[in-house]
């Protein structure tokens, strides 16, 4: 059994911004493998099942910068560990529609981050980032990641999140390495230079 949790903040305040595209990816993941995401007390869930493998989807647990007791909880309902994690979430560090997978390494200012690897006392677990980029100069990070995203933005998000559920797919199935080596390299565009 794997646990995938996408990281977000809960409400319909937070839906459609920055800081929520891991619930947008775990959201795809569920409609795709034919399961649906129920509220339980904080989180949405959905058991699924994709291929031979159990899966249990988990998203906006609770406010991003306490994540990590819930996810804590979680995993310990689940009778699993960290290394039956795979933790999907938002990245300022990469440019818009692009993806890193990651095994641990530490929070990079990301405070959700922070307090899952704070409460499971290890970052020993598998990321999958979604590049959300930079804010303008003189805009602060904290107000970039829950600002709505744009229209334009989203003609760029909707194919990275179809590619990021992709992702996972290999990654529970062919494992990390593998993963990594066909999802952390740049795209080429397709000639549709300016």
Known sequence: MRLIVGLGNPGATYAQTRHNAGLWVVERAAARWG????RRGMAQRASV????QLIELAGALDFMNVTGPPLKGLLRECQLTADDLILVHDDLDLEPGRLRIKLAGGHGGHNGIKSVIDALGTSGFVRLKIGIGRPA?????????LDTVTKDEMEIFEPCLERAVDALELLIHRGTEVAMNQFNVRERDGG???
């Not at 399961?35 to 129920?38: S, T």
């Not at 099942?49 to 031979?52: D, I, K, L, P, V």
């Open 192 to 194: 549709n230079e300016e």
């Open 49 to 52: 099942r994709h291929g031979s």
């Open 35 to 38: 399961g649906r995401l129920v």
């Open 137 to 145: 100069p003189g805009q602060d990070s904290a107000d970039y990641v």
